[in-house]
């Protein structure tokens, strides 16, 4: 079992930061593949970033999807078992709930983006982006 609590949503005006922090707890949160979520209202959950423990002790393969690229930058700090995604250059289209997701420590790089590939789920945090 992974216990995810989120934390740092709120509310931001385009083209501000924010960052959302996801401590993991449980005996493979160490390991696990770990990935942000978001959900907007009336639209399905599409994946953010993601990253992955690379077997040794160091994450090195991160995921990012496409409309985030160069805006978004997803980081674990190991001795915290906390991932946490910054955010820049919001935009109001950001506005979603995220969600944080831990899944086995074997995902492949192709299938970091996907839902299927996690177990467990954070609550979600609002971020709501103003124009």
């Known amino acids: 079992q992974v216990q995810l609590a989120e934390s740092g949503g709120g509310l931001v005006q385009a083209g501000g930061s924010l960052r959302l922090s996801c401590a993991a707890s449980?005996?493979?949160?160490?390991?696990?593949?770990m990935g942000w979520f978001r959900q907007a209202p009336e639209k399905e959950r599409e994946s953010v970033a993601s990253?992955?423990?690379?077997?040794?002790?160091?994450?090195?393969?991160?995921y990012y999807a496409d409309s985030v690229k160069d805006r978004f930058s997803i980081s674990k700090d190991n001795a915290k078992n906390t991932v946490y995604l910054q955010m820049n250059s919001l935009k109001p289209e950001d506005t979603a709930v995220y969600y944080c997701?831990?899944?086995?420590?074997?995902?492949?790089?192709?299938?970091?983006?996907?839902?299927?590939?996690?177990?467990?789920w954070g609550q979600g945090t609002q971020v709501t982006v103003s124009s």
């Open positions: 997701a831990a899944g086995p420590p074997d995902v492949t790089p192709q299938a970091m983006g996907a839902r299927d590939s996690y177990n467990y």
């Open positions: 449980g005996p493979t949160a160490s390991r696990n593949t």
């Open positions: 990253i992955r423990w690379n077997g040794v002790s160091v994450y090195y393969t991160t």
